[in-house]
């Protein structure tokens, strides 16, 4: 066993782990063409993800009104259940790739444990688990139906909380500014990954400590990040 201290190493999903933005869109031009309302570009749809359902209607639609946004948002849910059954599920939603193989080298470290921070509802969550295999790596998973939206740091407290990690010692890692906001509100080191759904100029403006353009990079990264390198 490891005399090192404890490292916590949290991921996003949608756009850093599992490349879900065709069901995100389709998803979210049902739900507006239902209620008759214009629809917005895929550049608009992938610039909130990650955010809460609630947060995320109304940065698209700032008009609507409260009762509006809770229609768009359940709008939303039946539409992405909809395709869910019509597509066969987040299966069809693939993994990025390298993500499993890094996920297999960071969970045979004894020094390490992994997490997830997701603007997922946790039912959404757990079928990207059950579809992809994944919930044997994580400890801690923290959704959006649980906590504020991002960039609110509260799923990263919770993450702290949970496996008695120090902040000092913990990395966010994700493809939007939200994800890197939350980082660093919550204290953790960030890392940025540029294959998701936000700009490289926008995770460098919210603040990330590093970027990597693939997965082969990010044991690296976490080390230069816990000063083992």
Not at 94 to 115: I, N, S
Not at 170 to 188: L, Q, W
């Amino acid at each position: 066993m490891s005399d090192a201290p404890l490292r916590l190493a949290v991921f996003d999903v949608d756009g850093t782990l599992i490349d879900s933005q065709d069901f995100i869109v389709e998803a979210m031009n049902r739900a507006f063409g239902a209620m008759g309302v214009t629809l917005p570009t895929r550049a608009e749809v992938l610039s909130i993800v990650g955010l809460s359902l609630h947060d995320a209607i109304r940065r698209l639609v700032p008009s609507m009104s409260p009762t509006e946004v809770t229609e768009a948002s359940q709008q939303y849910k039946d539409m992405f259940i909809q395709l869910r059954a019509e597509k066969g599920g987040e299966a069809s939603a693939p993994m990025y790739p390298g993500a499993r193989a890094a996920l297999e080298h960071l969970h045979k470290r004894d020094d390490v444990l992994l997490g997830v921070a997701t603007g997922k509802a946790r039912r959404g969550l757990d079928h990207a688990y059950d579809a992809h295999d994944l919930r044997h790596f994580f400890v801690t998973s923290q959704t959006a139906d649980s906590h504020p939206s991002k960039p609110h740091p509260s799923m990263l407290q919770a993450a702290l909380a949970e496996t008695g990690a120090d902040a000092t010692n913990a990395v966010m890692i994700g493809d939007t500014s939200f994800d890197i906001e939350m980082g660093r509100a919550a204290g953790y080191r960030t890392i940025g990954v540029t294959w998701g759904y936000h700009p490289r100029e926008r995770l460098v403006t919210a603040g990330a400590d590093l970027l990597i353009d693939t997965y082969a990079d990010l044991a690296a990264a976490l080390d230069e990040l816990w000063g083992t390198a």
